[in-house]
C-alpha cells in the first residue's frame, strides 16, 4: 500500500503547493464564495481546467518527448529541482513584503456567464498555468512508471478539486483570517517548505547532490 501512497502524495502536495499561491484566479474564486454566486460551477471549472492541463503535460511529455527526456533525464531533474526551489524563494520572499489582503467589499451581482468568462481569462491567461500545469508536473511524472504514475496524477489532479472547492465554500469562515496579511505569510511559509523538499528529492534523483 505504501508504494501507492508516495507517488499520489507527491503529486497531490505539489499541485496543492503550486496552486494555492494567491493570484487573480484565487481571490475571484474567493470572492464568488462570499458572495455566494455560482459556486459550484465556479469551482468545478477551475478544477477541471487544471487537471486537463496536468494530464495534458504528462501524457504529453510521456509519449511524444519520453526519448528525449530519458537521455536528458538528470539535466531536466536538475532544472525541475531549481525551479522548485526558486519558486520556494519567491515565496519566502513573500513572507517579508506581501501586504495581500481579500477584502470583502464587492456587493455586485454577475450573470454565470460573465462569471465563467471572467475565471476563463484568469485561468489561461497566465503564462504560469502552462508553466506549472504542462510542463513542471509533467517534467516531475517522468519518475514514475505505469501504476505509479496515474498514482501521481490523480493525487495532483485531487489537489485542484479539494482546494478550489474548499477555497470557494470555505470562504465565508477564512475571509475574516485571511484579511491579516501574517495569514498569508504563514501559508507562503508552508508552500516554500514543501516546495524545498520537493526540490530537494529531485535533484538527489537527478545525481545532482
Not at 487573480?24 to 464564495?33: D, E, K, S
Not at 454566486?37 to 504528462?58: E, N, P, R
Not at 531549481?82 to 481579500?102: A, N
Not at 484568469?122 to 506549472?132: G, K, Q
Amino acid at each position: 500500500m505504501f508504494f501507492m501512497l508516495t507517488p499520489f502524495s507527491t503529486g497531490f502536495f505539489l499541485g496543492l503547493s503550486l496552486i494555492v499561491a494567491i493570484g487573480a484566479q484565487n481571490t475571484f474564486v474567493l470572492r464568488q464564495g462570499i458572495l455566494k454566486q455560482h459556486i459550484f460551477l465556479i469551482a468545478l471549472f477551475c478544477s477541471i481546467s487544471d487537471s486537463l492541463l496536468i494530464i495534458l503535460g504528462i501524457l504529453g511529455i510521456s509519449y511524444f518527448l519520453n526519448d528525449f527526456i530519458y537521455e536528458y533525464l538528470n539535466i531536466i531533474y536538475g532544472f525541475t529541482a531549481l525551479w522548485l526551489f526558486l519558486y520556494g524563494v519567491l515565496r519566502l520572499r513573500s513572507i517579508f513584503i506581501s501586504k495581500s489582503k481579500v477584502i470583502a467589499n464587492n456587493n455586485e451581482s454577475r450573470s454565470l456567464s460573465n462569471a465563467i468568462s471572467i475565471v476563463a481569462i484568469f485561468t489561461f491567461a497566465n503564462p504560469h498555468v502552462y508553466l506549472d500545469t504542462m510542463i513542471l508536473i509533467g517534467s516531475i511524472s517522468q519518475q514514475y512508471v505505469e501504476l505509479s504514475k496515474l498514482y501521481f496524477a490523480i493525487g495532483a489532479c485531487s489537489a485542484s478539486f479539494v482546494w478550489f472547492f474548499s477555497l470557494a465554500y470555505g470562504a465565508q469562515f477564512i475571509t475574516p483570517i485571511m484579511k491579516n496579511s501574517n495569514s498569508w505569510r504563514i501559508l507562503d511559509c508552508i508552500i516554500a517548505i514543501i516546495m524545498f523538499t520537493i526540490a530537494f528529492q529531485i535533484a538527489s534523483q537527478g545525481n545532482w547532490l
